[in-house]
């Protein structure tokens, strides 16, 4: 019904940047937040990133002052620029959006994930 698109991962060296895109298609009447996660070899799913419809952002500690989080209402994408990489944010990035239907009922997708790595 709604299906969430990820582009932009690949191999990086230590201090270089990324920038992922998710695009949401489908049976959208509106969207509540948009966000990334990520999960790396060993460990649970984490937030990194995410935007209310309000503006109002949210990040992980290990991320502050080297991502961003943005989107464009009009596309339902939300982007995720990455800078001053390094081997500790190598993981897979997974899109999140929830979603509000008509009745307003909010109900969470996931994109496919995309390979982030970053070589030391």
């Known amino acids: 019904q709604v299906q969430l698109v990820e582009s932009g991962g690949g191999l990086v060296q230590a201090g270089g940047s990324l920038r992922l895109s998710c695009a949401a298609s489908?049976?959208?009447?509106?969207?509540?937040?948009m966000g990334w996660y990520r999960q790396a070899p060993g460990k649970q799913r984490a937030l990194v990133a995410s935007?209310?419809?309000?503006?109002?952002?949210s990040y992980a500690e290990s991320v502050k002052g080297r991502f961003t989080i943005s989107r464009d209402i009009a596309k339902n994408t939300v982007y995720l620029q990455m800078n001053s990489l390094n081997p500790e944010d190598t993981a897979v990035y997974y899109c999140?959006?929830?979603?509000?239907?008509?009745?307003?009922?909010?109900?969470?997708?996931w994109g496919q994930g995309t390979q982030v790595t970053v070589s030391s």
């Open positions: 999140n959006v929830m979603v509000l239907d008509v009745k307003r009922y909010v109900f969470g997708y």
């Open positions: 489908g049976s959208i009447f509106s969207i509540a937040s």
């Open positions: 935007v209310t419809t309000e503006g109002r952002l």
